[in-house]
């Protein structure tokens, strides 16, 4: 899918994360494309799509099931908010599916279909938010070992990175979730050099938000999409069911002949 492209840019020794650990610092630049970094991302975006498509949507009177494309309605209560009468007010021999009743059902499975989008973006937000990023390696430039050193004078370079179980959301500073934790140590010419927690983080925000949440990321590239689709639709089905009356008549509180008597 397209939003699983865009995560997959992300990980791997070769990924946008990959690069934005190498960019901490200009030693760290041929850490790219090593295996021993391992950068992964597990999201649910398939999952949480499905359920999206099998929860039925809908306001009062009508609703949608968005997997099979099955519109519902309570035709009482669309008679009512059409006419202000039920079904157990209708005038003799009067027509249920009305032109007036027709039309407002189109309205409304409009406006119900109007909510998609946001559904799609609140789903795909909500989501990737809580996908879980999972950073490990001992990756030497220089040197070997646990601490990339060498002998007999230490002028190892390299890293050791371990950003365990944590949710984008909590990297990407996400509203409700929780603070990140990591570790890196930096190593150049022998010499550590710190990296502040903020500073990693900052460095692995910056990718997500421009691949996945930020303005310019797949969810808002995503969500056009489904209004364009989510609009053809409704243009698509509005004439159909404007002509349903003059195919289908379905009338209440008939009062035929009785024995031949009126």
Known sequence: ???DAAVATLTGPNGLLAGAIAGLNAALTPILGNPNLNITITTQVNQALNTLLDTPIGDDVVTVNLRTGVVSADLD???????GRGLNSLDVDEEVLSAEVLNNLITRVGNVLGTVPELVRTTLTTTLNAAVLNISGTVCVVGTGATCSTTPIDLGTGVVIAVTN???????GAPGSPAPAATITVKVAGAN???PLGTLVAALAGPINTVLLGPGGVVNTVV???TTAVTGIVTAIAPAVSLLNGVVS???NVQGDVDGVV
């Open 166 to 172: 944590q949710t984008l959301g909590s990297i990407t």
């Open 224 to 226: 056009p999409t489904v």
């Open 1 to 3: 899918s397209t939003v």
């Open 250 to 252: 379905l009338r209440g």
């Open 77 to 83: 209560e669309l008679l009512v908010d059409t006419t």
């Open 193 to 195: 050099v710190p990296i």
